[in-house]
């Protein structure tokens, strides 16, 4: 039997609204999925299209979060780790490896390896970028059904201009990350 070796990464951790969102991924090396890289170099059509891919053809997969609340009790580096662990411990099955993208692990009981730019060199990376990105694109979309006035489906949560302009004209939702220095800032001027 070949090993289970996962893939996780993270999507979110800089937009001011949301949950953080993390993808564990156990490929299935007899069922290769073509065009699987950093999910950021892939237009949203391909993501979309290779995320059903990896749901269907992947071992296993499972989307780890932490909330706007747990963001911003424990802090965003600490709540990207709870939510990698959750997506982990989703799978339903124990790993015999966790690479992750970046230089930093949970503190977990895994046997697992940091990699830098690891969505763009291995294979389960890159499907767990793709499929996290892909999650989190459509909890901005729920929201801009919910909430149109803040155009989330254009910056996703993003501190651009245009999201600045909306939360000074129209507030601060519950779903922000009110530890957030621009967010915070307009609940103090409150």
Not at 131 to 157: C, S, W
Request: net charge negative; proline share 5%; with cysteine.
């Amino acid at each position: 039997m070949h090993k289970l070796i996962a893939g996780v990464d993270e999507v979110g951790r800089g937009p001011l609204v949301g949950d953080v969102v993390t993808a564990a991924v156990i490929l299935d090396p007899s069922n290769p999925i073509l065009g699987l890289t950093d999910s950021k170099k892939l237009s949203e059509k391909k993501r979309v299209a290779l995320a059903e891919e990896i749901r269907s053809k992947a071992l296993y997969w499972s989307i780890g979060r932490a909330s706007p609340e747990e963001i911003d009790s424990l802090n965003i580096l600490h709540a990207t780790m709870l939510a990698m662990t959750r997506a982990v411990e989703a799978l339903g099955v124990t790993p015999d490896l966790v690479r992750v993208d970046g230089n930093r692990l949970p503190a977990w009981n895994y046997v697992s390896e940091a990699i830098v730019k690891g969505d763009s060199l291995h294979a389960e990376i890159s499907a767990a970028s793709i499929i996290a990105k892909v999650e989190r694109d459509n909890d901005m979309l729920t929201l801009h059904q919910a909430y149109p006035q803040y155009n989330f489906a254009g910056h996703k949560g993003y501190p651009t201009k245009a999201h600045f302009a909306a939360l000074a004209e129209f507030g601060v939702l519950d779903c922000y990350r009110k530890s957030f220095k621009p967010v915070r800032a307009l609940l103090e001027e409150i």
